[in-house]
């Protein structure tokens, strides 16, 4: 089991930033971050494999950055130029059975492929 605890989202307006720390009780080899907004399913924003290897969304290349702290166990999301349609509830996720690269909505069957955090809400204002 692995347990992970997210920080505070919050709120900022268009073009602001806001990063994201999630702490997992131990590592493990692959981690994400999703999102999700009601009615749909959860987004895969930002994956990272081992220490540096990371894949995003096309609609936040560029803007997102996902990285990891090994030395506490410690996944972050540093978001920049936010845009309306960021927001969101974001979830950190640490991959159980297999990892997956971001850019992909997942089905309620693959949630058990994740231990998730406990989510944190993005709120993006124009």
């Known amino acids: 089991q692995v347990q992970l605890v997210e920080s505070e989202g919050g709120s900022v307006q268009a073009g602001g930033s806001l990063k994201l720390a999630c702490a997992a009780s131990k590592y493990t080899h692959c981690a994400a971050w999703f999102r999700q907004v009601p009615g749909k399913e959860r987004e895969g924003v930002a994956a990272i494999e081992g220490v540096s290897r990371t894949s995003y969304a096309d609609s936040v290349k560029g803007r997102f950055t996902i990285s990891r702290d090994n030395a506490d166990n410690t996944l972050y999301l540093q978001m920049n130029s936010l845009k309306p349609e960021d927001t969101a509830m974001y979830y950190c996720?640490?991959?159980?059975?297999?990892?997956?690269?971001?850019?992909?909505?997942?089905?309620?069957?693959?949630?058990?492929?994740?231990?998730w955090g406990q989510g944190t809400q993005v709120t993006v204002s124009s």
């Open positions: 996720a640490a991959a159980r059975l297999y990892c997956q690269a971001a850019g992909r909505w997942i089905s309620r069957a693959e949630y058990d492929n994740y231990y």
